[in-house]
């Protein structure tokens, strides 16, 4: 197999329904053509490949854990993977999702930013006459003063920010972005390295948006509503669109 044939997509022989398929494919990686393209793009010689053993992790930005032992190697690599499925190539996928509380033990975040952020998600209320949505406030709707302060500490912060939402921390952190087409028959696959993804998503400019919500690169930051009008409808979340890849191959 050369390089061109592991540049970019690829087109799937068989579908992938959930993160369970991609962990029997790597399991199975002797006989499976796309585990075997996934480990060349990771740089690894098949023949050189004595055994694959892949888990499913939850709680973490890693979906799955590839442990890959290597002939004449003492030591088991691990390869550290998030799975995004889309069935639709222009819907959005959520990234993260917390209390704005839980966003301030991760960063630096002080009581005016914070403020802020709760007023746009609505665990407080909005302290404006008119607000276009009395539960909440839109970023367009905050004072000039505020959104210059808001859209400052984004910047800033941006590169701790996205390596956090997308890639996260420890021995679980996420080295690679598997993105796949979730349909039963002529599936495509792209598989990143997280640092990539880091770069692509997060660059560009941080700037509100004509619907009042927060933009990081191609990153959108918004309350993540819904949820019939529960409590946990005031969090925040993140979200892209994991397709984007496929147009950058």
Request: proline share 2%; net charge positive.
């Given at each position: 197999m050369n390089?061109?044939?592991?540049?970019?997509?690829?087109?799937?022989?068989?579908?992938?329904?959930?993160?369970?398929?991609?962990?029997?494919?790597?399991?199975?990686?002797?006989?499976?053509?796309?585990?075997?393209?996934?480990?060349?793009?990771?740089?690894?010689?098949?023949?050189?490949?004595?055994?694959?053993?892949?888990?499913?992790?939850?709680?973490?930005?890693?979906d799955v854990q590839v442990q890959i032992t290597v002939k004449l190697k003492e030591a088991i690599d691990a390869q550290n993977l998030q799975v995004k499925l889309i069935s639709n190539p222009k819907g959005f996928n959520q990234i993260d999702k917390r209390w704005v509380d839980k966003y301030v033990e991760m960063w630096d975040i002080s009581p005016i930013i914070v403020s802020i952020l709760k007023?746009?998600?609505?665990?407080?209320?909005?302290?404006?006459?008119?607000?276009?949505?009395?539960?909440?406030?839109?970023?367009?709707?905050?004072?000039?003063?505020?959104?210059?302060?808001?859209?400052?500490?984004?910047?800033?912060?941006?590169?701790?920010?996205?390596?956090?939402?997308?890639?996260?921390?420890?021995?679980?952190?996420?080295?690679?972005?598997?993105?796949?087409?979730?349909?039963?028959?002529?599936?495509?696959w792209i598989l990143k390295p997280m640092n990539f993804c880091l770069n692509y998503f997060g660059n560009g400019a941080v700037e509100i948006t004509e619907r009042g919500n927060f933009k990081i690169g191609k990153i959108t930051m918004q309350r993540k509503g819904g949820d019939g009008g529960r409590i946990t409808a005031n969090m925040l979340q993140f979200k892209l669109n994991p397709a984007e890849l496929f147009e950058n191959e």
């Open positions: 390089k061109e044939q592991l540049k970019g997509s690829q087109t799937a022989r068989n579908g992938f329904l959930n993160e369970d398929d991609i962990v029997e494919k790597f399991n199975a990686w002797q006989i499976d053509d796309d585990a075997q393209k996934w480990l060349l793009k990771m740089e690894y010689q098949l023949s050189e490949i004595e055994f694959v053993k892949a888990i499913k992790l939850s709680g973490f930005k890693t007023r746009y998600t609505g665990e407080i209320q909005p302290n404006i006459n008119t607000p276009k949505d009395k539960r909440r406030m839109f970023a367009n709707e905050f004072s000039e003063n505020e959104q210059a302060e808001i859209l400052k500490w984004l910047s800033t912060n941006k590169s701790l920010i996205v390596s956090d939402i997308l890639k996260g921390r420890g021995q679980f952190a996420a080295e690679w972005m598997l993105v796949a087409q979730k349909t039963k028959t002529n599936s495509r």
